[in-house]
């Protein structure tokens, strides 16, 4: 009774679902408060999401039918009550895109969108949804679906930049759309920097310099690493030295840190992606055995014969 459903901020869907009922036994004559033990109906809430530009619906059923069953009560704070079976089952559900907001980074900042919160489906799997997205200006800030999440990256300092995505769900509907990126200068003087390496790659160089936003304003300084699972690395003069450990991959961030002579300091931070390599297996050749006749003797271990470092 008195169902109600709030609406989120900026029109996203519902964030709450209040559910009040009083279960009827028979013919009305006796009502269920809750103060006892007794069931006499079952409430399935299950909330998806309502999108602003798409369809939703509500049903409540018991038998399979989609239609709501209700009539009209004259008793104080009722306006409904639902004719179903012994169980009662209500389900809110949508179906539709929820429009990306505008967002505010800053330069060298990235950022990930969850696309999967966004294409509201009970219909398809999500892999069955197609997301095309492009910036308007590439330059300055890039973008880059990679499974359910849309990555962005702002290349360039301060600016607005406009990305256009377009959803083709698995009936061949389009939805498209658009939403702006507002780039703003890095506050301090240091920026991060993103590397991608293979697994096994040895020893790799970066120069100190990279991780000043202005080259000429560089000064003289001191660096400082924080240490991370996956990488071996160390400042080598005005180098920074790091090596992917032996048959690892995968991605790891490194906290660069830059103080200058009057031990003002800044830090910011190295991404590292470390691409998988298929490594042949390695096979020990066996030694010559003599074995007695009737007699046992033990090989090496077979995880000493061969191995598979991937």
């Known amino acids: 009774e008195n169902s109600t459903a709030g609406v989120a901020e900026g029109g996203n869907g519902l964030t709450g679902f209040q559910l009040n009922y009083v279960a009827v036994a028979g013919s009305g004559e006796k009502r269920s408060t809750g103060r006892d033990k007794a069931v006499l109906a079952r409430v399935d809430l299950r909330v998806v999401g309502c999108p602003s530009n798409g369809t939703s619906s509500v049903r409540l059923d018991a038998a399979g039918q989609r239609q709501p069953l209700y009539t009209t009560l004259q008793a104080p704070g009722v306006a409904h009550r639902f004719q179903t079976g012994p169980e009662l089952w209500v389900e809110i559900a949508g179906e539709g895109l929820l429009a990306l907001d505008d967002r505010v980074m800053t330069f060298g900042e990235r950022q990930s969108i969850d696309l999967e919160a966004h294409a509201i489906t009970q219909k398809w799997s999500s892999e069955d949804i197609t997301w095309q997205v492009w910036s308007a200006d590439p330059e300055r800030l890039t973008v880059e679906v990679d499974g359910r999440y849309l990555a962005l990256r702002a290349v360039q300092d301060e600016g607005q930049v406009s990305v256009f995505y377009r ?53 003289n300084g001191h660096w400082s690493l924080q240490d991370a699972t996956g990488l071996q690395a160390k400042i080598d003069g005005e180098e920074l030295l790091f090596a992917p450990v032996a048959d690892w991959y995968g991605h790891q961030v490194l906290a660069v840190t830059w103080c200058d002579e009057a031990e003002q300091c800044e830090t910011t931070t190295l991404e590292i992606e470390i691409a998988a390599v298929n490594d042949a297996p390695r096979i020990v050749a066996l030694a010559p055995q003599a074995v007695a006749v009737g007699g046992v003797r033990l090989g090496p271990a077979l995880s000493e014969v061969a191995s598979d470092p991937d």
Request: charged share 20%; aromatic share 10%.
């Open 167 to 219: 959803v083709i769900w698995p009936d061949g509907q389009v939805d498209d759309g658009d939403f702006a990126v507002l780039v703003n200068a890095a506050v301090g003087r240091l920026a991060p920097v993103f590397l991608q390496v293979e697994e096994d790659a040895g020893t790799q160089h970066l120069d100190l310099g990279a991780f000043f936003i202005d080259k000429l304003a560089a000064v």
